[in-house]
């Protein structure tokens, strides 16, 4: 099982037993699930996580051409959680999330 809340802790370095920021995790994981559905990706009717039990695979249903969806996720959540405070780190996380945005819509259109 490869949980949704806890590969995204851990790309945020936060252990996966502490537990203090998992609803503010949560909610800002949901955020980017609305944006990812807007935009053609994943189940139709939307989806959402509430804790530790949903998986990438509950999410890309086995798809492997997607995989940049844990990418996007990550970085949308860090923007989020934790931003950088240097402009250059903000700048080249911008233009990979603008990438991943751009080809993730691009597999979305293909997959409807």
Known sequence: MDSILTSIKKLLGIAEEYTQFDVDIIKHINTVFMILTQMGVGPPEGF?????????????????????????????????????????????A?????ELEWRLNLAGESNS
Do not use: H
């Open 48 to 92: 959402s996580i509430t804790g530790t039990y949903e998986t990438w695979d509950d999410f890309l249903s086995g798809s492997t051409n997607l995989e940049g969806v844990k990418t996007y996720v990550y970085m949308k959540v860090q923007l989020m959680f934790d931003p950088p405070t240097s402009s250059a780190k903000l700048d080249s």
């Open 94 to 98: 911008n233009r990979v999330i603008n």
